[in-house]
């Protein structure tokens, strides 16, 4: 049931299932997880339209309501007042849309990535676009695009380069392999084996590749997005896991929804050349030294010390979890530290909340956990215990 309070605000009323006292909340938080004051239980708001008419009760209770780790944030919209990095974040994603159709996740994961010094892992099935996505990215970013496609007879010197002998010179020069761009897609990376793997390790760290003792330098900024298949095995390596702790994000690619992918059809279903679509459609907002700026600028947002330890709890309890035997490493905290700093600037804030942890925390933490050999026989999802156990650490709240 809604009402409304003093204020004219509009507020839900409901039961708990568990010490069925009738709470009340705001109306805007239907949906969403939320703590009772009186037994502690964590419950769902249900929706408005979900509300049974014995909501309607004597009297009510205050409920501390919690950010749900599955929700999504805010939705950014053109012509909304914002910071000056809120309004390049609006244009960036307005000119993506353009060509690459739905995948927010997938889009906002990127943006973050890249303007926190990180990488992105995306699993999905082939042909929902991630190479027209990176594509898109670089034209719209101005910077260089790169590719490189996965293979089990990829050797490290074709990623990095190697020393090529002149005959005019009588010596030998340097010739930079693909790894020397901006944006680079790593296609099915994990069709090549360990050794081909550890020479993204320094590149993806330390930004340089070192070569018969000399050190290169590539050009900043640079964002790695890989891909895999969750489905086929066959002909596969699985990633180490010090490689998987390069990556800050996790993303997974779904599918469209179906007016997505109708919307898709009618705009490349025509036979148009893809290369002359991006360069008629899609316009340079940016420029890497401007991404470079902003990513300095975002070390300057206002971490809480409350949210610093709320960061600490979710990383540290998930090497205590029972159904995880591999928790995750410190980098994953410093991973969520940089994230939600980005993200509150992307929200038009100086400052981080504990919504901007919540909302990339799966992202970050999903690829850095192992779970026990019972818990996969149980079919359990890494993604439902991480939510779990994120809704067992108290919220703070900030001053």
Known sequence: MSTSNETGESLIKFRCGKCEKVLEVQLKLSGRQAKCPNCGEIVKVPEEKAMDSDSQSIRSGVIEALPDPMAKGPTLRAGESGTSTQELYRRIANEVEKVFIGQDELVQGALVALFSNGHVLIESVPGLGKTLFVRTLGKVLGCDFGRIQFTADLMPSDITGA?????????????????????????????????????????????????????????????????????????????????????????SAKYPTEEQEAEILVRHGGQKDLTRQLDDNINQVTTPEEILSVTAESGTVRMDELLVDYINKIVRLTRTWPQFYLGASPRAGISLMQGARTLAMFHGRDYAVPDDVIEIALPVLRHRVQLTAEAEVEGQSVDQLLSDLIRTIEVPRLK
């Open 163 to 251: 020393p090529v002998f002149n005959m005019k010179t009588q010596d030998f020069e340097f010739r930079p392999g693909p790894v020397f761009t901006q944006l680079l897609l790593a296609d099915e990376i994990n069709r090549s084996p360990a050794k081909t793997h550890a020479a993204l390790l320094e590149i993806m760290q330390e930004r340089r590749v070192t070569i018969d003792g000399k050190t290169h330098t590539l050009d900043l900024p640079f964002l790695v997005v890989a891909t895999q298949n969750p489905i086929e095995s066959e002909g596969t390596y699985n990633l180490p896991e010090a490689q998987l702790d390069r990556f800050m994000f996790k993303l």
